[in-house]
């Protein structure tokens, strides 16, 4: 009986643990995790179907809060019409936020995203450099 | 007291036995109906029925339907009556001759049978479009028995289907929407048609470009040499989708794209004017230059040796 009470005391103790972290304005978990850093990013047309040829590369040693993302996208695309989207480290979040329609077409001025760690303290701008694929 | 309680029970008990096996009146002349056809009803397409008659003892004499409005040429009621077989196909036996049409009245007369299920096509009339129509079916035996079943209304559709449009690189490749045909350049030429050119079909072996739709006014770059009729200055928005099923433009779904889809379809400026790489299952949204039709063009099929696509179009007049 007294095995049964502690067990069920060590559970206790791990849901409050659990539900112990903070929730930020969109009711995600702020953790204790320092890392942000993108490992993925990808753009997708109207079809769903990616317009990246092969990977974007990521470029994440230049400077530990800017990072640039480079894609050559296929010739043809439209670059109005494009949706973003990304893997992050752990508990990170993205701003502004991804995986809705957004004008990429402005070559000149790349759109930048920002991941944010999760403990909300530390945050890596990323710069979106696109290229259009020469006329094949 | 027990035994009153368990009295009453038994008697409810044989009540509701009595009544759960109470038998179908099977002495007189039944009928029923179905609605084949799945899907939106559109101009100039068919509303296939199956209406089922039978008698016990006697025979079936007619068959009659009069529809709301009259049907199109080819509406009638067909000879045959059905059963599926084992392995699931439909069998037809002739059952009825002299199935006549005349306006409103469809009718067949029984050859010598005592149940039959019709099948009853009815070809949707231009008269009949954005309104409601409706069937009332009835069955005649030989004691002068008569039956008879009123359909529910069904709505007619605004948009327009116009299935397996070849589109030919070189050839038959100059796509009307307003006319849902496609033409050669001699055809644009000789008839004047270069105004109502909405889309020029081509095919390449580069890679990413393949089977592919252009406006006459999409910029040369992305033409790949495209012969464009003189005086065809039409830029259609393409927004290309991948996920757009429709069983009546040849996806294998019960989906369907419905008036209200166009209607809340938005394909703005933000759109380019031509799509490269199609293929089946892909197709296209389309809204023409001047702002005439919404559209939805559906790949069947691509032939890359004879440099063919074949496609399919629902079309929606707006306002």
């Known amino acids: 009986m007294k095995n049964y009470i502690k067990i069920a005391i060590a559970l206790l103790a791990m849901v409050a643990g659990a539900c112990s972290y903070p929730l930020d304005e969109n009711e ?109 | 007291m027990q035994r009153r309680y368990i009295n009453w029970f038994l008697l409810l008990s044989f009540l509701v036995i009595a009544i759960s096996c109470k038998k179908e009146d099977l002495t007189t002349l039944k009928n029923d109906l179905i609605k084949k056809t799945i899907g939106p009803n559109i101009v100039n397409n068919t509303i296939e029925f199956a209406y089922a008659m039978a008698i016990p003892e006697g025979k079936l004499v007619s068959a009659e339907v009069e529809a709301s409005i009259p049907g199109a040429p080819n509406t009638r009621f067909g000879p045959s009556s059905w059963y599926t077989d084992k392995g699931g196909n439909d069998i037809p036996v002739t059952v009825a001759t002299d199935c006549l049409t005349d306006g409103k009245n469809s009718n067949a007369v029984f050859i010598d049978t005592c149940a039959a299920t019709l099948r009853y096509y009815y070809v949707i009339p231009e008269e009949a479009r954005e309104k409601n129509v409706s069937f009332q079916f009835s069955c005649k035996a030989d004691n002068g028995e008569i039956v008879s079943f009123s359909s529910p209304e069904y709505k007619i559709s605004k948009m327009d289907l116009q299935p397996n449009i070849t589109l030919t690189n070189g050839g038959a490749c100059y796509l009307s929407i307003k006319q849902m045909k496609v033409f050669t350049m001699a055809d644009v030429l000789a008839n004047n048609l270069a105004g109502e050119i909405d889309l020029i079909y081509f095919y390449s072996t580069i890679a990413g470009i393949g089977h592919s739709l252009v406006s006459p006014a999409t910029l040369p770059d992305y033409l790949y040499g495209v012969p464009v009729p003189v005086g065809s200055t039409n830029s259609t928005k393409v927004s290309k989708r991948r996920d757009i099923r429709d069983g009546q433009l040849g996806s294998p779904y019960s989906q369907f794209i419905d008036d209200l889809d166009f209607e809340t379809l938005i394909v703005d400026n933000n759109e380019e004017n031509f799509v490269y790489a199609m293929a089946n299952p892909f197709g296209a949204f389309l809204f023409t230059g001047d702002g005439k039709y919404k559209a939805f063009i559906f790949v069947n099929s691509v032939d890359n040796t004879n440099k063919k696509m074949v496609v399919s179009i629902k079309r929606y007049a707006v306002n």
Not at chain 1, 60 to 66: C, F, K, R, S, V
């Open chain 1, 28 to 136: 995600l978990l702020i953790t204790t995790r320092a890392e942000s850093y993108m490992t993925m990013f990808d753009l997708l047309d109207e079809a769903h179907a990616t317009v990246i040829m092969g990977l974007a590369a990521i470029d994440t040693i230049t400077d530990p809060n800017i990072g640039i993302v480079a894609a050559t996208v296929k010739y043809g695309t439209n670059l109005k019409v494009l949706k973003p989207y990304c893997s992050l480290a752990q508990d990170a979040v993205v701003t502004p936020k991804m995986g809705a329609w957004t004008d990429f077409s402005d070559l000149l001025n790349p759109l930048t995203y920002t991941v944010i760690s999760g403990n909300r303290e530390v945050k890596k701008t990323y710069k979106i450099v696109i290229t259009v694929q020469l006329k094949p």
